[in-house]
């Protein structure tokens, strides 16, 4: 599930890496669930993945374009774009369907414009680990 603004700068990371990844085939479904991602949780039912990975510009204090996991317990005290529903929530949700529910972050540096480059090279190294299935090299929170 990529999450984000495509007109709030780095928020639109989310979505910028959901249409990088459905450029390829690809073994997993990518979602690219915009400022709505309580939306698609229909979807994520109909499927039923073991794991689901959450991707979002997140708020964390670190230099742009650094990449965590961010545990579900730190999720509450952070600043996560504007969306719908509170993250923290849609996961206590989403763990009722799905094993393991990981939500990855990027620090932003800008939320107007473009998406930064800084941002935008770290999209691509999770990209790689995503389609080789490495993200348990990303850094935890």
Do not use: W
């Not at 780095?10 to 939306?39: Q, R, Y």
């Not at 997140?58 to 961010?70: E, K, N, Q, S, T």
């Amino acid at each position: 599930m990529c999450i984000g603004n495509r007109d709030g700068g780095d928020d639109g990371i989310g979505p910028h890496i959901a249409d990088t990844l459905k450029i390829d085939s690809l073994d997993f479904v990518v979602l690219d669930c915009g400022t709505t991602p309580e939306n698609y949780t229909a979807v994520v039912k109909r499927h039923k993945p073991k794991t689901l990975v959450l991707i979002d510009a997140a708020d964390m204090g670190l230099a742009a374009g650094d990449i965590r996991i961010i545990p579900k317990e730190k999720l509450g005290s952070m600043h996560i774009s504007t969306h719908g529903i509170p993250l923290s929530i849609l996961i206590q949700y989403l763990e009722k369907e799905v094993e393991h529910v990981i939500f990855i972050g990027i620090q932003p540096q800008t939320m107007f414009g473009e998406i930064s480059k800084p941002v935008k090279k770290s999209a691509e190294q999770l990209i790689e680990l995503l389609k080789k299935k490495k993200i348990d090299q990303i850094k935890i929170l």
